[in-house]
């Protein structure tokens, strides 16, 4: 069995949930009222942040996920992620705000908006609770970003490290990553 390493709480429960009250605020406002917004949740990190954004947003909106899974040398950290669950809906001529988790590279972003812009939404913008700008590898503009972070490693509030943490109601900091065997 792996052992199971305590994180370091970076970000309380109370603190995700002042800020992400917050994104949804300055989200609202750029809306038009009449708008309708079509969340479209990054799995699985994305879930739960998804989830509390829905709630705080004064405004409906419909959700829909999508996953990506990156193929990439353990020695190279460049690399080009594949769409393995695509959204159910359509989004042609919608308002589609993309949920993240946490942005690292930002490879993975990067080709999603790539594939998303190509369906022609009437709007396509962003939201990541948190964000490593420090390991960029590709130019990418967040429109609203929860937490810039160093270079961490964090899980929690759904992020994962081997499938683990996801359940954490705060973000925590893994140092030095577990052992998996
Ligand atoms: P990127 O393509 O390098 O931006 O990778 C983004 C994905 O890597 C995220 O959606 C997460 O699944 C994963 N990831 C990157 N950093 C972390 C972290 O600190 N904790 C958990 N997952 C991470």
Not at 100 to 120: A, F, P, W, Y
């Amino acid at each position: 069995m792996p052992q199971c390493q305590e994180p370091v709480e970076l970000f309380s429960a109370d603190k995700l949930h002042a800020r992400v009250r917050e994104l949804a605020v300055e989200i609202n406002a750029d809306y038009a009222p009449e708008s309708s917004l079509h969340l479209a949740a990054v799995l699985k990190g994305g879930f739960v942040f998804l989830v509390d954004l829905m709630r705080a947003l004064a405004r409906p909106a419909t959700i829909d996920f999508v996953a990506m899974k990156s193929y990439g040398s353990e020695t190279c950290s460049q690399y080009i992620p594949r769409m393995v669950k695509d959204l159910e809906e359509e989004i042609t001529g919608r308002d589609v705000l993309v949920v993240e988790d946490i942005v690292d590279t930002g490879q993975t972003l990067s080709r999603l908006l790539e594939k998303l812009s190509e369906r022609n939404p009437r709007s396509l913008r962003t939201v990541a609770l948190l964000n490593k700008p420090s390991r960029r590898l590709v130019s990418l503009e967040l429109d609203y970003v929860g937490f810039t972070i160093d270079n961490q490693f964090v899980v929690g509030y759904g992020l994962d490290y081997a499938e683990r943490y996801r359940h954490l109601p705060y973000i925590g900091l893994l140092e030095p990553l577990p052992q998996t065997e």
